[in-house]
């Protein structure tokens, strides 16, 4: 089965400071991904995701990650961060060919300093 | 945008009562899912669910818990003799299937705090 490491437990950055939050994964296959945000008692959001093609998504809220197949890797991207992006961060891996049992990670969270 | 409804958003239950939590998905998804995630630590897959039945699950999905889509718009999450353990977020999702070319992502709920006393 897939699975996700995050490895990062907890990152603090300035406000206005590029971001990079790290993912890697194991499967199989070329996987589906995504990169899910939760803010405190909140659902998730979807920020972005790869099915195939070209290897760097942009998602929303300024956000991009790229998908390097050679590192196992799928890291989230943001050239400034703002204050409004402190949250926990999930990677998530998707078995290809059918739309079943998505693993995450086990989040990154994110604190912006003033 | 069309939206997973989940209710109720906090539910609170005294150890070894039976429990429900209630799922609205898009209404011309296909695939079901629940997922839990206890406070501070990551999602887990529990159950999914295609053409009435289950087709996958995680060694969390014991038997004490069933899922069911009793009249074709709720999808619910029966957790028959809760335990301390059970506190947790649970979140349901749905899939709209395998689209050519891909896949789609998982539509998630906003969720149910389920706290056991």
């Known amino acids: 089965a897939q699975s996700v490491t995050q490895p990062d437990i907890h990152i603090t950055v300035s406000e206005g400071a590029s971001l990079e939050l790290r993912c890697n994964y194991s499967?199989?296959?070329?996987?589906?991904l995504f990169w899910y945000v939760q803010s405190p008692g909140q659902g998730l959001q979807l920020l972005l995701k790869y099915f195939s093609g070209d290897t760097l998504v942009q998602g929303i809220k300024g956000f991009e990650a790229e998908f390097k197949r050679s590192q196992s890797s799928f890291n989230l991207r943001k050239p400034s961060v703002h204050w409004s992006d402190a949250a926990e961060y999930f990677c998530a891996v998707g078995a290809r060919g059918r739309n079943n049992d998505m693993r995450f990670g086990a989040g990154t969270r994110l604190t912006v300093k003033p | 945008e069309p939206e997973v409804t989940q209710t109720p958003s906090h539910q609170v239950t005294q150890m070894g009562q039976e429990v429900i939590l209630r799922c609205v998905p898009i209404?011309?998804?296909?695939?079901f899912y629940w997922y839990r995630q206890i406070l501070g630590q990551k999602v887990e897959f529990l159950v999914s669910f295609y053409n009435n039945e289950i087709s996958e699950k995680s060694e969390i999905f014991d038997d004490q818990f069933s899922v069911e889509r009793p009249d074709g718009s709720n999808f619910t999450l029966k957790i028959r003799s809760t335990k301390l353990e059970d506190s947790a977020m649970y979140f349901c999702?749905?899939?709209?299937?395998?689209?050519?070319?891909?896949?789609?992502?998982?539509?998630f709920g906003d969720g149910t705090r389920l706290s056991i006393l």
């Open positions: 499967y199989g296959a070329t996987p589906y």
């Open positions: 209404s011309n998804h296909l695939y």
């Open positions: 999702a749905s899939g709209p299937g395998v689209i050519s070319p891909g896949n789609q992502p998982q539509h």
